[in-house]
Nanobody, 120 residues
C-alpha cells in the first residue's frame, strides 16, 4: 500500500504564511496526480490545489493567487505554500495522490490530515 504523510500545519495569524509538505512512500510505480484538499466540520472535503504528472496546476478560486502547489516527482513529494492566510482558510488539510502501484493498477490515497488554524 501507499502511505502519505503530511507536515507543516499549525497556528498562524491572518496574513501569515505556512508551508505544507506531503511525502508518499510504499509501492509506487507512478503518481498521476498529487494535490491538497481541506475539510471543516459540516462541509464536504474540497479541492484546494492539484498538480498532475504533466505539470498542470489547478487551484480553487478561493485560494488562487495566494496558494502555490509544487511537486518533486523524483522524491514523490508535494508542497503547498499558503500565503496571505485568512480565517476562512482554517481547516484540516489532506494530501491526496492517485498512484499506480503496478501497470494498470491504481488507487487514490489520502494522508491523515494536518490542521491549519488562522486567527483573526
Amino acid at each position: 500500500q501507499v502511505q502519505l504523510v503530511e507536515s507543516g500545519g499549525g497556528l498562524v495569524q491572518a496574513g501569515g504564511s505556512l508551508r505544507l509538505s506531503c511525502a508518499a512512500s510504499g509501492t509506487i510505480l507512478h503518481i498521476v496526480n498529487m494535490g491538497w484538499y481541506r475539510q471543516t466540520p459540516g462541509h464536504q472535503r474540497e479541492l484546494v490545489a492539484e498538480h498532475n504528472s504533466g505539470g498542470a496546476r489547478n487551484y480553487a478560486d478561493s485560494v488562487k493567487g495566494r496558494f502555490s502547489i509544487s511537486r518533486d516527482n523524483a522524491k514523490n513529494t508535494v508542497h503547498l505554500q499558503l500565503n496571505s492566510l485568512e480565517p476562512e482558510d482554517t481547516a484540516v488539510y489532506y494530501c491526496n495522490a492517485r498512484v499506480y502501484t503496478r501497470p494498470g493498477v491504481w488507487d487514490d490515497y489520502w494522508g491523515q490530515g494536518t490542521q491549519v488554524t488562522v486567527s483573526s
